[in-house]
């Protein structure tokens, strides 16, 4: 494992987004890509412009271009990724219908798929196959296809405060990178080193309160990534843990889509039509500030994140003794800022009377 040139990886991504968000401010004014708050699931008050992600693409590409072996499979990566950012950018201008974006999805998974990256093989319990392996076959191109339209998806649902999207982000290619260092995975590790830096790099920008936003541009192409990450680093193993890892990593954005899923059919609207029913509205409603909300939820995805390392370093055990642990302290939290919060709200309406 060269260290060197994952520093390196991490480095030049990490400073291009950085340079590079500024100049695509500027692009999202010029070519009508703002993001002009008409309802009420927007959050922020006034015009910000979209297309963030096309500086961390920017970074992302150029870091992988100089350190990362392209073979077969990274090429077919890099082509599904170049469709969904086109086709995120014309997105961030024109708001394209959810259609139009699920086919883009579905043919970027489909190159990724016949460039083999596939989930071929999946660890299951003994009872199910006696080898511990249950191999796929024909049925590991929909099923790959469905875990990368998934996840793409899902990062793009949870894209709905500043800094929020970006910031999972980060910390999911945080735990795909030492994952992969513990797996000898070298071109693994630098593809989740180029994409940290990427996000990094643009957080400032997007931090509360956001400059910018990332735009469809930046979370389909971060959830483009994340899962194909996980299918080259994760789903190859033939453990018991290579399935629950990427699910681990993924748990929040994963939860709250199909949670979104399940409150929109219970009330019979349409799956793909938006509302204001997500994790990250239901903590703001509950009084929290926008800077809270995504606390929290960045606790969340490091404690997700650190336990699927250590599921992988340790065994399960640990794991889940820290996710109790973790969780445990998490509710305390929440409970805690619940009631400072309801003292604030009952001493500003006795200062109102």
């Known amino acids: 494992m060269n260290i060197k040139d994952l520093v390196f990886c991490f480095t030049i991504a990490f400073a291009i987004s950085l340079a590079a968000t500024p100049f695509v401010i500027n692009l999202a004014h010029k070519i009508g890509a703002v993001d002009v708050p008409d309802n009420e699931r927007r959050i922020h008050q006034k015009p910000i412009p979209r297309l963030g992600g096309l500086a961390i693409f920017y970074g992302f590409l150029v870091a992988l271009l100089c350190f990362a072996k392209i073979d077969q499979q990274l090429r077919g990566i890099l082509i599904g990724s170049l469709i969904i950012v086109g086709v995120g950018i014309i997105d961030d201008v024109k708001q394209l219908r959810a259609r139009v974006k699920l086919g883009a999805q579905l043919l970027a998974a489909v190159i990724a798929v016949f460039h083999n990256v596939r989930i071929t093989a999946i660890s299951v319990p003994a009872f199910i196959s006696e080898t511990g392996v249950l191999q796929l076959g024909i049925l590991s191109i929909p099923i ?19 800094g929020l999207a970006v910031g999972v982000s980060s910390i999911a290619s945080f735990s795909l990178f030492f994952i992969a260092i513990l797996g000898g995975e070298q071109n693994v590790a630098i593809i989740s080193a180029a994409l940290a830096g990427g996000c990094l790099g643009f957080f400032p920008y997007n931090f509360n309160p956001a400059k910018i ?20 680093g994760l789903f190859k193993g033939y453990v018991i843990i290579s399935f629950i890892i990427p699910l681990l990593i993924l748990g929040l954005p994963l939860f709250d889509t199909i949670f979104a899923i ?12 938006a509302d204001r029913g997500h994790l990250h509205h239901r903590l703001l409603d509950s009084g929290f500030s926008q800077k809270q909300t995504v606390a929290i939820l960045y606790i969340i995805a490091s404690i997700l994140g650190i336990s699927a390392v250590l599921v992988l370093e340790r065994g399960a055990y640990v794991a889940c003794m820290l996710i109790l642990i973790a969780v445990s302290i998490a509710f305390g939290l929440y409970k805690l800022l619940r009631k400072r919060f309801n003292i604030k709200k009952k001493q500003k309406k006795e200062q109102d009377i």
């Open 144 to 162: 790959t296809i469905a875990w990368i339209v998934g996840v793409t998806n899902a990062v793009n649902l949870i894209d709905g405060l500043d």
């Open 213 to 232: 936003f990332m735009g469809d541009t930046g979370s389909q192409f971060l959830g483009f990534m994340l899962s194909a990450i996980c299918i080259q």
């Open 262 to 273: 399940l409150r929109r059919a219970w009330n019979h609207k349409p799956i793909m039509e």
